[in-house]
């Protein structure tokens, strides 16, 4: 479901670390792990480098990754789109594209970044933790 303030939380982790997790987030108070700047980039190789970033984060035990979106303030010459619907795709996009399977089977939670770090031109993209199996014999 979607929590009023905008973070994702997912039903089937409900551990009290990430609890805490989700908390420092919302606050921007947890280290980066990985950044990735998708300014300038088509929908579709921006979509392309998210799922590649979240996926290789997630298999080297990455948790936190910020992506840039940008605010999407430059007006499109295009002639497909008014400038309102040109405007922001990316910001716009991005959070259903986590929502989303692939991503959302690796997306614990996401929120607008606070200032400091690009405000509602970047999200914080809490990974789930890896399972660990361990042979009990």
Not at 45 to 60: D, F, P, R, V
Request: with cysteine; charged share 30%.
């Amino acid at each position: 479901f979607q929590a009023e303030d905008g973070i994702r939380d997912c039903l089937l982790s409900r551990g009290l670390g990430d609890v805490y997790k989700r908390q420092k987030l919302k606050k921007g108070k947890l280290e980066i792990d990985y950044k990735l700047d998708l300014h300038g980039l088509t929908r579709i190789e921006a979509k392309q480098a998210l799922e590649e970033a979240i996926m290789g984060a997630w298999e080297n035990r990455l948790r936190l990754i910020l992506v840039i979106t940008g605010k999407g303030l430059r007006q499109s010459k295009s002639n497909d789109l008014t400038d309102n619907e040109a405007t922001g795709i990316l910001r716009r996009i991005v959070p259903r594209w986590l929502k989303e399977a692939p991503l959302s089977n690796f997306v614990l939670a996401f929120s607008s970044a606070q200032q400091t770090h690009g405000g509602s031109g970047a999200l914080y993209v809490l990974l789930r933790r890896q399972i660990v199996n361990r042979d009990r014999g």
